[in-house]
Structure formats: C-alpha cells, structure tokens
T-cell receptor
Framework: EAGVAQSPRYKIIEKRQSVAFWCNPI?????LYWYQQILGQGPKLLIQ????????DSQLPKDRFSAERLKGVDSTLKIQPAKLEDSAVYLC???????????FGPGTRLTVT | SQQGEEDPQALSIQEGENATMNCSYK?????LQWYRQNSGRGLVHLIL?????REKHSGRLRVTLDTSKKSSSLLITASRAADTASYFC??????????FGKGTRLSVIA
C-alpha cells in the first residue's frame, strides 16, 4: 500500500513570497489533515478535511493560509504571503473514516528567510 | 493549545536497556495514542489505548493509562539503536482534533 505522498520535501523562500504544498493521501482515506510542526514541538493541526469538506480550520491563519481538497483526494496548502515564523515542517496525514490511526507523509520543510 | 505533555523532554540510554516515557494530559479523553518520529520523517503510529483500558502491549511496547491521574506511560523494552527517535503522545477528546504533546527525544547508544 502506497503511503501519504507530499511534495516538495524542502522549500526555501523569502518573506512575503508565496508557497504551495501538495499532498496525496492513501487511496480510500476520507479524512485528510494538514499540520504545522515547529522545531522542538509536536504537530499542530491547521485544517481537517472529510472528503472535500472542511471539518475544522479553527487554527488556520486564514489571512495568509488557505487549503483545498477539491475532488476529495489530493490537497494543496498555500501560504501567501509567508512570514519568518512560518518556518516549520508541514505534515499531511490521512485516515479511513472509522479509524483513529493517522498515517503521515514525510513532510515539507519550509524555511522562510 | 497542546494537551499532552511528555516527560522527560530528552532521554539517553544504552542499547538493551528499557526506556520509559510519560505523558500527562488535562481533559477527559476517548483514547490516547503514541507516535514515533524519526529525524526528518513523518510520524508513525505505534499504539492506541482507549479510555476504558489500563494497559496494552505491542511487541516491545507497553502502554499504560491512568485516567484518574490523567497520565500515560510508554515503555520500550530491550531498546535498539533503531529506536532513536522522538516519541509523541496524542489525545482524542470527543469530536476535537488529535492534540499532540511536545515529545520525548530518545537516544539509544549502541
């Protein structure tokens, strides 16, 4: 079974630039998550999708972050404009509808200079 | 806010020794999960324990849960160099999202 795919793996941008991350979840997983993990901390949920609908985006900084999962499969997370404090690893995870276990991708390490 | 708090923040042991990590949380939970994260990688689910369970085993892993103290522990027996990683506890409460702690960094020295 293929795992959760993410790209790119690394990205370096200057502040005020924009960036987009892509995630392809495990086939058949209805629920998809985007997390932000700052160095030395645990992942923090940004947004949760179930199929193509948003379940929870209460911690997403909506003035600069946006995410979509148009066809209920893969998803993109965008930051525009980026700030220095957005430097982090962005993790995508997915799970089947009736399971608690989440499957994580390798993450995208973003550095904002 | 992060509900789970792991203790210690860092742990260094010799190969073959046991490693114990603790997690405390603040509110009532449905279940508690432990994840492992190797350097530069995503998280891998290790084990889930439900709120009505007190102990669970999986291979060299043993997890306990004390809901009266709002705490859990993860024991890794006969540790190996490959167990070197960060370990996170994460809690599920009702319909709220999974909330992760800050993690314990385990170093197993060969």
């Amino acid at each position: 079974e293929a795992g959760v795919a993410q790209s790119p793996r690394y990205k370096i941008i200057e502040k005020r630039q924009s960036v987009a991350f892509w995630c392809n979840p495990i086939s058949g997983h209805a629920t998809l998550y985007w997390y932000q993990q700052i160095l030395g901390q645990g992942p923090k949920l940004l947004i949760q999708f179930q199929n193509n609908g948003v379940v929870d985006d209460s911690q997403l900084p909506k003035d600069r972050f946006s995410a979509e999962r148009l066809k209920g499969v893969d998803s993109t997370l965008k930051i525009q404009p980026a700030k220095l404090e957005d430097s982090a690893v962005y993790l995508c995870a997915s799970k089947p509808l009736l399971s608690y276990e989440q499957y994580f991708g390798p993450g995208t390490r973003l550095t904002v200079t | 806010s992060q509900q789970g708090e792991e203790d210690p923040q860092a742990l260094s042991i010799q190969e073959g020794e046991n490693a114990t990590m603790n997690c405390s949380y603040k509110t009532s939970i449905n279940n508690l999960q432990w994840y492992r994260q190797n350097s530069g990688r995503g998280l891998v689910h290790l084990i889930l324990i439900r709120s009505n369970e007190r102990e669970k085993h999986s291979g060299r892993l043993r997890v306990t849960l004390d809901t009266s103290k709002k705490s859990s522990s993860l024991l890794i027996t006969a540790s190996r160099a490959a167990d070197t990683a960060s370990y996170f506890c994460a809690t599920n409460s009702g319909n709220t999202p999974l909330v992760f702690g800050k993690g314990t960094r385990l170093s197993v020295i060969a």
